[in-house]
């Protein structure tokens, strides 16, 4: 959430991130920018007026993250098929230690 109005900033939610990613590394991992609608504008910039100051940083620093907005429903269908992308994987692991 890079306005940072879910409850932490976007420093903490990348901390948050960071640890995740260090205590499960063989995990499946889809990064989501929520309330893209918001956040950036139709040229896909940062809008200053609703971001949290770090969410350049967290732009730059997650760049291949998928960009959703539950209200205009843009890029619900990408993170649909990530997350089937990660299912398939993932039952090709456990196929694989059987």
């Known amino acids: 959430d890079l306005t940072g109005q879910c409850g932490t900033n976007v420093s903490q939610q990348l901390g948050i991130r ?3 990613l260090e205590l499960f590394p063989e995990k499946e991992w ?3 920018f929520t309330k893209a609608d918001l956040v950036f504008d139709e040229e896909g910039h940062i809008n200053p007026v609703y971001a949290d ?3 350049k940083h967290a732009v730059t ?3 291949d993250a998928l960009r959703v907005s ?3 429903e843009e890029g619900l269908e990408n993170l649909q098929s990530a997350m089937i992308g990660a299912a398939v994987t ?3 692991r456990l196929s694989s230690l059987s």
């Open 18 to 20: 960071d640890e995740l």
């Open 30 to 32: 889809i990064d989501v």
């Open 53 to 55: 100051p770090d969410a």
């Open 61 to 63: 620093e997650v760049s």
């Open 70 to 72: 539950s209200m205009t």
């Open 90 to 92: 993932f039952r090709q």
